[in-house]
């Protein structure tokens, strides 16, 4: 079809859905079938057709859960206009308490006419016609109390339509390969620019109060500006994501081709973003690449957080490709990109909240069941101290003990999407989605301030009348897919995406149309955004050094923990440890590097064959926890990491089960181990690790790193049992060849397929039960003993065991290379990690220059500051001469090195500031900025 004739047709569609040819014609006709589908959807839910909670002993859906009890069916609702005359009475009633509410009072004496109809006063369960009218004329009442809500202070709606492939019944039937995920159905597919829709809009919906509303196709007749898909038309494409500026004058947005038919995991159909004026000028590319960039938010500050792939990984439990997707940021025209999050899995649909802070969903799986987690989170909005408020650990916290634990994952939302922060408010609005479909389902309430349950404690079911796909639905069945975004005006108003249309949506139940779909049913209208300047939230002062920020004087990053044995009451450590008298210690604080998986299909290499899913790692060492449990030590930056607390001996008492990572020049604090988020922590006067001034702590390796560093099976305590057990073994003619197979069902690990860890003796749950996991419960440990046939190991030696035991056990350091693996050859993996400072520890320099001349960038020469040890990469072997100099130009030290490529020097006596390098030799003469 050409284009010309293609916008024929959209505007005969138009007219025809939403033109209104005449005062009140099309618009009267939508509204009359979007009430009789009401009247037709509650005859079917009181008469048991469709599944809605009713309150009492009758309920399907507990009737606590409800957000509001007037959303519900109550017993004594016997017509759909006993369920609308309610609702519409407390609407009503609620509307007149409102800070500017017009008189309601028509609308009042035209309800209690309705009311006292003999349809009405019948009590009976009337299907007549009679029935029906009296239905249409409340919904009128209905729907002037809703247009008249103050808080609807706003003319214009900013939104998209969009769909993707999967929606679209003929391109499922015609075009896909049969795997319906691939092509979109699916939390992470939908998210890729190839499986977008082409044709998709991006909408202003003008006066959508009054009886002629008109749309505005805001990039109607645009082209791509510049980079991929240059000069093609933006509406032959796919609109996704928008944000609507604080001042309300500028959009975000993101865009694909939207051909994913045709090619797949190509630049050309990638989600990337642009902005445009709100008047449809202006028309910029932000991103372009290889990478799909999607779900921009404009921070309070200027700059924009969105969410890419750029970060780079894949998913474990997939059988395609399914690359990873995280925080990052730029400035507004593009530049100054980079990641503020290194979590290797993904996250989605960043908003800010009423206090500045960032709030997103986070797949969570490290070393749990891939679809237990997928809640909400917050973060600052320069990505630090990323904490889960919200339904991170559902029951069963643990299966060490009992028997028929509860399930959690299927007692509440099996996961969380598109949350937004109430105006005026500590609340939040989500959709309650699946894992294996879209984000798509019911609307909750979120209150994080009442305590966790891991279930339904803090949720409220805003919409009772959509269930929970996947908890309660099927997934897959895009039936269940009800409710998609929603804007909250307040606690109590919304407007929503209901299908393939925008309504308004109140507590009480009433939904009234604004906006018909304009095209085909899988085409939703979503993200809306009111057109109006927004109150701007606090902002945050930035307190990481990336990017630009690189070039200013910043202190190294560091951790601080007040005390470890402050947790909540499932993390309290076994009552022999303590910080009192004549109780055991916790020692030492062990810091663990996770890497992303770097394969596309689940399990391949399988790095951990008895604990399926696992995430390759590494330790980067230690750091001591004082007599008083307090902490504080140099941090790994740009890296995912958690924690674990060892007692005297080394072994792992207590264990993370997900992850954190620390920027560059970020302070990370804690207040214990797993500490109530509810609670007011105990105070801890002068804490002894950072007592007088006491500078953080090194990092310290606790076996030597030619053994850990990669750190596998082979390389890490193979040569152990080689050389200490496999003898005896042979000897006797019995026990393990020591090879990873014949010891596997000995070992420890948390294993992440949901099909055999979730509710499993032993291994389940969400939670690391203290002093039973890793080393500690391994079957393997007792054979270490010297009651086992002494087999004489050194303390080392018992540490490189131990240390493997409670780190999953893993055979494989990487995702590739088996073969060199085995045989016990270095593999480092292949992301997140400098293999010239594993523990990542320092800060790069990050420009090159001579004082008061032009900057002259040299790539031969690196440098880098690695604790308080300056190290010098130089580009060959050779003579040089290292001068150091003030920037007021005074010399502080010299060296003369020898002919070698590396030199280092201590910086710990020097003042921490600015200073400039000199670095000369016969052939050379470069310039160096350095920040102490």
């Known amino acids: 079809m050409n284009h010309a004739l293609y916008q024929a047709m959209r505007f005969i569609v138009l007219i025809l859905l939403t033109g209104y040819m005449s005062p009140g014609q099309a618009a009267a006709e939508l509204l009359e079938e979007d009430w009789k589908q009401q009247y037709a959807d509650l005859k079917g839910k009181l008469s048991g057709q469709m599944s809605l909670a009713k309150t009492g002993n009758s309920s399907t859906i507990p009737a606590s859960q409800a957000y509001d009890p007037h959303a519900l069916i109550q017993d004594d609702d016997i017509t759909p206009l006993d369920v609308a005359l309610r609702r519409t009475r407390a609407l009503l009633e609620h509307i007149k308490t409102l800070p500017g509410a017009k008189n309601l009072g028509s609308l009042e004496k035209e309800l209690e006419k309705i009311a006292s109809q003999p349809v009405m006063l019948a009590k009976t369960a009337s299907t007549g016609a009679q029935d029906s009218a009296a239905f249409m004329a409340l919904a009128k009442v209905t729907r002037a109390a809703a247009l008249s809500n103050p808080l609807l202070d706003f003319d214009d709606l900013l939104f998209v339509e969009w769909a993707n492939l999967e929606s679209d019944p003929g391109v499922r039937s015609a075009e896909r390969n049969g795997d319906s995920e691939y092509d979109g159905s699916h939390m992470c597919d939908q998210y890729y620019g190839h499986n977008g829709h082409a044709n998709g809009r991006l909408y202003i919906l003008k006066d959508f109060k009054t009886d002629n509303p008109q749309l505005k196709d805001l990039a109607d007749g645009l082209r791509v500006p510049s980079g991929s898909n240059e000069g093609q038309l933006m509406n032959e494409g796919c609109f996704f994501t928008p944000d609507l500026s604080w001042d309300g004058k500028t959009v975000l947005f993101a865009w694909s081709s939207g051909n994913g038919w045709k090619k797949k995991w190509v630049k050309e159909n990638r989600y990337h973003l642009f902005k445009i004026n709100i008047d449809g000028t202006g028309l910029t590319r932000l991103t372009d690449g290889d990478d799909d960039d999607f779900d921009p938010v404009w921070l309070p500050n200027g700059r924009v957080v969105f969410i890419s792939t750029r970060r780079g990984g894949l998913g474990r439990c997939h059988e395609r490709r399914v690359p990873s997707y995280v925080l990052h940021s730029m400035k507004p025209d593009g530049s100054d990109m980079f990641a503020i999050d290194w979590h290797e899995t993904n996250e989605y649909q960043p908003s800010v909240n009423n206090d500045g802070m960032l709030v997103y969903t986070r797949w969570d799986y490290v070393d749990r069941e891939d679809c237990i987690a997928h809640h909400m989170w917050i973060c600052y909005p320069d990505g630090r101290d990323p904490r889960a408020p919200h339904g991170n650990y559902p029951l069963p916290l643990t299966t060490m003990e009992g028997s028929n634990w509860p399930n959690g994952e299927y007692q509440r939302p099996y996961a969380e999407y ?12 989500a959709t309650a989605g699946p894992h294996h479909g879209q984000s798509f389902g019911s609307l909750v309430i979120l209150d994080t301030r009442i305590e966790d349950d891991n279930l339904m404690s803090q949720v409220k079911r805003l919409t009772p009348d959509a269930g929970f796909p996947e908890s309660e639905n099927d997934p897959r069945n895009g039936k269940f897919w009800i409710y998609g975004t929603a804007w909250p005006l307040s606690e109590d108003y919304f407007i929503v995406n209901y299908k393939n249309g925008i309504y308004l949506l109140d507590r009480f139940g009433n939904r009234t149309l604004i906006h018909a779909g304009t095209r085909a049913a899988y085409f939703r209208p979503m993200d809306v955004f009111p057109v109006r300047s927004r109150p701007l939230p606090p902002v945050i002062p930035t307190q990481t050094w990336q990017g630009e920020r690189m070039k200013e004087n910043v202190h190294n990053a560091s951790i601080y923990v007040n005390n470890v044995y402050v947790t909540d009451e499932f993390g309290k450590l076994p009552a022999e440890y303590g910080p009192e008298p004549g109780k055991k210690k916790i020692k030492w ?51 995912e990491i958690y924690f674990q607390l060892l007692d005297e001996d080394g072994l792992a008492v207590q264990s993370m089960r997900s992850g954190t990572y620390v920027h560059p020049g970020e302070q990370l604090s804690c207040v214990g181990c797993h500490e109530s988020k509810w609670e007011s922590p105990p105070i801890t006067p002068n804490p002894i690790a950072k007592r007088a001034g006491a500078p953080p702590a090194v990092l310290e390796t606790e076996v030597d790193p030619e053994h850990i560093w990669p750190f596998n099976y082979y390389r890490t305590v193979k040569p152990v049992f080689d050389d200490k057990c496999l003898p005896c073994h042979r000897e006797k003619g019995r026990g393990p060849d020591m090879s990873y197979r014949s010891i596997q069902n000995s070992l420890f690990g948390f294993t992440g397929d949901r099909f055999s860890s979730y509710s499993v003796a032993k291994w389940g749950g969400s939670r690391t039960v203290p002093g039973k996991f890793g080393a500690m419960y391994a079957d393997l440990t007792k054979y270490l003993s010297e009651e086992h046939y002494n087999p004489g190991l050194s303390q080392e030696e018992m540490r490189r065991i131990t240390l493997w035991l409670d780190l999953q056990s893993n055979e494989l350091s990487a995702y590739y290379d088996v073969e060199k693996q085995v045989k016990g050859e270095k593999v480092w993996p292949a992301l997140d990690i400098d293999t010239l400072n594993v523990q990542g520890v320092e800060r790069r320099v990050v420009s090159i220059e001579e004082p008061g001349t032009e900057t002259k960038m040299v790539p031969a020469v690196k440098t880098r500051l690695i604790r308080d040890r300056l190290v010098i990469h130089f580009p060959k072997n050779d003579t040089y001469r290292v001068t150091m100099y003030s920037t007021s130009g005074k010399r502080v030290n010299q060296f003369v090195t020898p002919i070698t490529t590396v030199f280092g020097f201590s910086t710990a006596s020097l003042t921490r500031g600015l200073y400039f390098l000199a670095i000369e030799s016969d052939d050379m003469h470069n310039w160096v900025k350095i920040c102490l």
């Not at 937004?420 to 609005?429: E, F, G, L, Q």
């Not at 770097?598 to 008895?610: C, D, G, L, Q």
């Open 418 to 429: 598109h949350i937004r922060a109430i105006p005026n408010s500590h609340k939040y609005v």
């Open 589 to 639: 604080m062990r810091i663990v590097q996770v890497f992303p998986k770097m394969t596309n299909v689940k399990n391949f290499p399988n790095i951990a064959p008895h604990a399926s899913e696992s995430l390759a790692r590494i330790p980067l060492g230690v750091c001591p926890v004082e007599d008083d449990g307090s902490v504080y030590c140099e941090a790994p930056v740009e890296k």
